[in-house]
C-alpha cells in the first residue's frame, strides 16, 4: 500500500508541473513568484484530493477526511492568491500606462527599454 500511495502522489505531482503554465518573461518578479506560490497550492489540491480519494476507496476515514480537508484549504489558498495576482498586475499596469508622473517636485518620464529583444518600460528624471 506504501509503494501505491507514493507512486499516486509522485504521478499527482508530476502531472500538476506538467500542466503549469509558464511564466512570460515579461511579468514582474513578484508576478512570477505570486504565479509559482498558486501553482503550488493548486498542486497541494490535487494531491490531497488523490489522499482523500484513496481514503474513501481504502475505507479510511481519517485518511479521507484529512486528504478532503487539505484540498478544501489548498483550493481556498489557491484562490485568494488568483485575486491578489490580478490586483497587482492590475495596479502595475496603472502605472505603466501613464507617460509621466511627479514625485518630491521631479518629473519622471517612461523609456522604453529593449534587452535581449524582451520590451520594457522604465520611469527616469526628466531633465
Known amino acids: 500500500m506504501k509503494n501505491a500511495f507514493k507512486n499516486l502522489l ?7 508541473v506538467m500542466v503549469a503554465p ?3 518573461s ?9 504565479q509559482q506560490t498558486k501553482n503550488t497550492w493548486r498542486n497541494l489540491a490535487y494531491g490531497a ?4 480519494l484513496l481514503g474513501l476507496l481504502k475505507g479510511d476515514n481519517t485518511l ?3 486528504g478532503g480537508a487539505g484540498a478544501l484549504y489548498s483550493a481556498y489558498r489557491y484562490e ?9 498586475d492590475h495596479a502595475r499596469y496603472q502605472v505603466f500606462r501613464q507617460g509621466s508622473y511627479t514625485h518630491n517636485g521631479h518629473r519622471y518620464v517612461r523609456k522604453t ?10 520611469f527616469v528624471r526628466a531633465r
Do not use: C, E, F, P
Request: charged letters at 20%; aromatic letters at 6%.
Open 49 to 52: 484530493g488523490a489522499v482523500g
Open 64 to 66: 479521507a477526511i484529512a
Open 22 to 24: 509558464i511564466s512570460a
Open 113 to 122: 527599454v529593449w534587452k535581449n529583444g524582451q520590451k520594457y518600460y522604465q
Open 26 to 34: 515579461a511579468q514582474s518578479a513578484s508576478s512570477r513568484h505570486r
Open 80 to 88: 485568494q492568491d488568483r485575486k491578489s495576482q490580478s490586483k497587482m
Open 10 to 16: 509522485a504521478l499527482t505531482a508530476m502531472g500538476g
